[in-house]
């Protein structure tokens, strides 16, 4: 009795590890837009993300690595450490709106975003560019170039794209309803449209 209830326990081990190993861990690498900066803790559009897979019974978990104020370059030289501690099957990069803020020149942008999408792929992760625009005030031939920056690295690294995480809140008829008082952060309001613009790619990739 003893020797078969040893076997089963046995061959259950590796069924168990199975098991857990079958979710998709979602991480997500971005700033401030991610990481809930003047947001009641839970609310922001990655916590909403949570609750969405919850829903929708896809088992998944969600690891929120954004960093308010971070760049390209401090993303990139994190990742190394999030892939090997977290070991992702979908990573979600959300970076390159303090570049453009701080005068970043675009290429060294583009080079930090395309050498995240190839480490999560060499890791063996799904990756999903998340892509931000500029205010007209930034000069129009600096936004554009700054935004197709983002549609360049996608196609290059056969990354899926999200071409703009504020749409439908930076860009509709009355944008400071939905931004905090500095007018550069979103509001809790706006919180279910942004993930409304991520989930669509990334739930292709989930499938």
Not at 22 to 40: C, K, R, W
Not at 74 to 86: D, I, K, V, Y
Not at 119 to 133: S, T
Request: proline content about 7%; hydrophobic content about 45%.
């Amino acid at each position: 009795m003893r020797r078969r209830h040893f076997i089963a326990a046995g061959l259950a081990a590796p069924f168990s590890r199975l098991a857990r190993a079958a979710g998709a861990t979602v991480l997500v690498v971005g700033d401030s837009l991610s990481a809930e900066y003047g947001l009641p803790r839970g609310s922001g559009w990655v916590a909403l993300l949570e609750r969405k897979l919850a829903a929708e019974k896809i088992d998944a978990r969600v690891v929120n690595a954004s960093i308010s104020g971070d760049t390209t370059s401090g993303g990139r030289s994190r990742l190394p450490s999030l892939l090997a501690q977290h070991k992702p099957s979908h990573v979600v990069v959300e970076l390159g709106g303090n570049d453009a803020l701080r005068g970043l020149p675009l290429e060294m942008t583009r080079a930090n975003l395309a050498a995240m999408v190839q480490a999560a792929q060499k890791a063996g992760a799904r990756v999903l560019l998340v892509g931000m625009q500029l205010p007209p005030n930034y000069g129009a031939g600096y936004g554009q170039r700054f935004a197709a920056l983002y549609a360049d690295v996608a196609r290059e690294q056969r990354a899926a794209l999200v071409p703009f995480l504020l749409e439908g809140v930076a860009d509709g008829p009355d944008p400071t309803r939905l931004f905090q008082p500095d007018r550069i952060h979103p509001n809790v309001d706006a919180q279910p449209r942004m993930l409304a613009n991520v989930w669509p790619q990334l739930r292709k990739l989930l499938k």
